[in-house]
């Protein structure tokens, strides 16, 4: 592969990333849920041994993998796709998925004791996810609402040319 070519190319993926301020947590998002999912699918027995992990036996290994795995695919799917049903979409991935992250800190601080730094950490990325969720689903709509009133207005305009006729 020629340099000119990957030197474009990983422009053009520094752009996409940071392009809007929502999209590095969508990615970082599918990343680490399937991160997770393709853990406890090679694992999952060994994993929930671990005192800190204990939490997660809570729920079979089916369940995490299932949503974990879903969300995972969907979030970068939408994220990748450039439309408001997407965008929209996306941002209920996030709230879901900023659901399932509390629940993960929340399984984390099952297991106490030892305090590691998973709840902390998982607790904020939850709180990242939601907020970036309602902002997408918020901006979104807005921008719905101002495509809808310029059809509104096209239709109407049409409608008082046709009387004209």
């Not at 996409?16 to 970082?28: I, S």
């Not at 974990?68 to 996030?94: C, D, E, R, W």
């Not at 979104?140 to 046709?162: G, I, M, P, S």
């Amino acid at each position: 592969m020629p340099l000119n070519y990957t030197i474009r190319k990983y422009r053009q993926l520094i752009m996409w990333m940071f392009d809007t301020g929502t999209r590095v947590v969508e990615v970082l998002n599918s990343l680490l849920l399937l991160g997770f999912t393709a853990t406890f699918l090679y694992n999952f027995s060994d994993v929930i041994m671990l005192q800190s992990y204990k939490g997660f036996a809570v729920a079979g290994s089916l369940w995490w993998l299932v949503i974990m795995g879903t969300l995972g695919v969907v979030q970068i799917v939408t994220a990748h796709k450039k439309s408001l049903q997407s965008n929209q979409f996306s941002g209920y991935v996030l709230l879901v998925s900023s659901w399932v992250w509390a629940l993960i800190s929340a399984t984390f601080i099952y297991g106490l004791p030892p305090l590691t730094t998973a709840p902390i950490t998982y607790g904020v990325f939850s709180a990242m996810c939601g907020m970036a969720g309602m902002h997408m689903i918020k901006c979104n709509k807005a921008t719905e609402d101002k495509y809808k009133q310029v059809l509104d207005t096209k239709t109407a305009c049409k409608e008082e040319t046709n009387k004209g006729v």
